[in-house]
């Protein structure tokens, strides 16, 4: 397992080994004590998994406190382009982004942890996205930012994505008081 920080402070791209053959390939994309090892503690608690056409976006989502999640996040057929932002008011990354795209060739994953916004755009239909959660989901403390946001600036690649109505509700990022 190869793992890489990215440019966002704890944010981590992490590269499973890979062993294939004429049969087809195996890959370990959990291991508790191999995450330990690299500093992620994070009990997991709730899996999830979606499926969406080309061009749905889904995002920027997040938890408040005390329902914060962290996220490992990965792409079981398919491909997305992955988005996170900092939304932990004293990193020096705060407001930031990244974009990494995951796809089932790569079969790349990003840890996430609590304090960043997270979404993706599919760029294949039928992409299957799947991702551990640190926390359950709770309605009461879920929140959006805006995709779209001129201050976060995230070139999504895409003019007009199938967005939820959630979604394009989001709040802008001037402005945003993060509970983070």
Not at 88 to 101: A, C, I, L, P, W
Not at 115 to 125: I, K, Q, S, V, Y
Not at 126 to 143: G, M, V
Request: net charge neutral; with cysteine.
């Amino acid at each position: 397992m190869k793992i890489t920080k990215s440019p966002l402070k704890d944010l981590l791209i992490i590269e499973p080994a890979i062993f294939e053959d004429k049969r087809g390939y195996f890959f370990e994309s959990y291991n508790i004590e191999k995450f330990n090892s690299i500093g992620v503690s994070h009990q997991f608690v709730q899996d999830n998994q979606s499926l969406s056409q080309k061009g749905v976006l889904r995002g920027l989502h997040f938890q408040n406190p005390p329902f914060a999640q962290g996220k490992l996040v990965r792409v079981i057929k398919g491909a997305v382009l992955d988005v996170t932002v900092d939304i932990r008011k004293d990193s020096e990354t705060y407001g930031r982004h990244f974009v990494f795209e995951l796809n089932e060739k790569n079969k790349s994953m990003l840890f996430i942890p609590p304090g960043f916004a997270h979404g993706f755009l599919t760029l294949e239909d039928n992409t299957i996205f799947f991702y551990k959660c640190t926390n359950y989901y709770n309605k009461a403390s879920e929140d959006t930012l805006l995709w779209s946001d001129s201050t976060l600036n995230i070139d999504w690649k895409i003019q007009n994505p199938i967005i939820s109505e959630k979604d394009m509700e989001g709040k802008p990022f001037h402005g945003f008081l993060s509970l983070f």
